[in-house]
């Protein structure tokens, strides 16, 4: 019964060729159009995500200017920091302009930056060539320096730097590493900066107010948490005074980021539906002419025992099959849009599985809800009316 069915439903699509291309082309471009613009926008946001996540991934920035009796964090704060249950490490932030030269080169307004070897441990996928700091650096304020990817081309021409020497404000440092390209540590490209031990940028560079600190999580889904225990810790040591301390979460930035993301595509998929149930509407239209057309079909079926419902799967059949072929069409033609616009933004090309389930499960659902009436309104039909028309 249902092999029979599912075979006149195809050779009637096929008799009827051109005017079902056009009902399944208002089908192919509602799908298309869902597809391409909910694969673009999770692509980006995957990007944009991953982008977040390398610049703070696990970790938690203190901003802390102090109160007029207390200016910046101290080392105990920075002690009592470290106690904290589910840090991994705690590293101390400094910076400032200065002039540097080595190999026969000086250059201006170079940004140097103190930083603590608990640091590079977490971002040592970022050492290009070298070392990072290690805590014998920090103990010994050790004149050692890590450059950036353009310090190192535009002085050493871009080879190996390692065990030569540079000034940084007429003081000789050691070079022990460098950055891969394009790093992007504290929100911002450091391939022109170069990184010194902390306490030796402490002495060396005459600052020791500690205005900046990160906190390196060993567990970001207890960060709300380690917020807290931060709270607490210095609001105890800036005696509960309002803004003497910031905190941000970068976890927190990334969930907003896909709330926010998450809407967008909500929005963009519904206004995409729009054209789908346009499609849908062709579908109908076409399967109640194709009623009117055949009525006598349907009558002589009748009179020679054809059940309703079997009239009625027939013609359901037929509004799946459209839809169906739309919805596969409208996904291939979809990937292919979200491709080409991947590779014109610069972004990495993935596909969901819910994509898929979206294409053909709106298909299905298009075909079943738009064929419904026109198959019901066949099997209704009085085979003696029908019969007249003969």
Same mark, same amino acid.
Do not use: H
């Given at each position: 019964m249902i092999k029979d069915s599912i075979k006149? $439903?195809?050779?009637?699509? !096929?008799?009827?060729?051109?005017?079902?291309?056009?009902?399944i082309l208002g089908i192919v471009i509602g799908v298309a159009s869902i597809i391409s613009l909910i694969t673009i926008v999770q692509g980006a946001t995957d990007e944009i995500t991953s982008q977040v996540s390398s610049l703070g991934a696990n970790t938690i920035t203190i901003q802390a200017p102090g109160t007029l009796l207390k200016?910046?964090?101290?080392?105990?704060?920075?002690?009592?920091?470290?106690?904290?249950?589910?840090?991994?490490?705690?590293?101390?932030?400094?910076?400032?302009?200065? $002039?540097?030269?080595?190999?026969?080169?000086?250059? *201006?307004?170079?940004?140097?930056?103190? !930083?603590?070897?608990?640091?590079? *441990?977490?971002?040592? *996928?970022?050492?290009r060539l070298g070392r990072g700091f290690n805590p014998l650096d920090l103990e010994s304020k050790t004149k050692v320096a890590i450059l950036g990817n353009d310090i190192n081309r535009d002085i050493f021409l871009d080879k190996n730097p390692i065990g030569k020497d540079i000034k940084i404000n007429g003081i000789s440092f050691k070079i022990v590493g460098t950055l891969k390209g394009e790093s992007q540590f504290d929100l911002s490209s450091d391939n022109d900066t170069i990184f010194i031990p902390y306490t030796t940028a402490a002495t060396t560079l005459s600052t020791r107010n500690i205005n900046e600190v990160d906190v390196?999580?060993?567990?970001?889904?207890? $960060?709300? *948490?380690?917020?807290?225990?931060?709270?607490?810790?210095l609001n105890k040591s800036f005696n509960y005074k309002d803004d003497a301390y910031f905190i941000f979460n970068f976890e927190d930035i990334i969930d907003t980021i896909g709330e926010i993301t998450g809407l967008m595509t909500l929005l963009l998929a519904g206004i995409a539906s729009i054209s789908l149930v346009v499609g849908g509407i062709g579908i109908m239209n076409m399967m109640l002419v194709s009623v009117t057309e055949r009525t006598s079909e349907i009558g002589l079926r009748k009179a020679l025992g054809a059940e309703p419902s079997r009239i009625q799967l027939q013609f359901i059949l037929e509004s799946i099959f459209l839809s169906l072929f739309g919805g596969l069409?409208?996904?291939?033609? #979809?990937?292919?849009?979200?491709?080409?616009?991947?590779?014109?933004?610069?972004? +990495?090309?993935?596909?969901? +599985?819910?994509?898929?389930?979206?294409?053909? #499960?709106? $298909?299905?659902?298009?075909?079943i809800v738009f064929g419904y009436a026109p198959a019901r309104k066949a099997s209704k039909l009085n085979p003696i009316d029908a019969l007249r028309r003969l």
């Open positions: 006149m $439903s195809w050779d009637n699509i !096929r008799s009827n060729k051109v005017r079902s291309f056009l009902t200016r910046g964090l101290n080392d105990r704060d920075i002690d009592s920091l470290k106690q904290i249950d589910n840090i991994k490490g705690v590293s101390r932030k400094l910076s400032k302009k200065v $002039s540097i030269a080595s190999n026969g080169m000086g250059m *201006e307004d170079v940004e140097i930056k103190g !930083r603590d070897d608990i640091f590079f *441990e977490v971002n040592i *996928e970022d050492i390196f999580m060993s567990d970001s889904s207890k $960060s709300d *948490e380690i917020i807290e225990d931060i709270k607490a810790v069409f409208g996904l291939m033609l #979809g990937l292919l849009i979200a491709y080409l616009a991947a590779v014109g933004i610069g972004y +990495p090309f993935s596909v969901s +599985p819910m994509t898929l389930t979206i294409a053909i #499960g709106f $298909s299905s659902v298009v075909g």
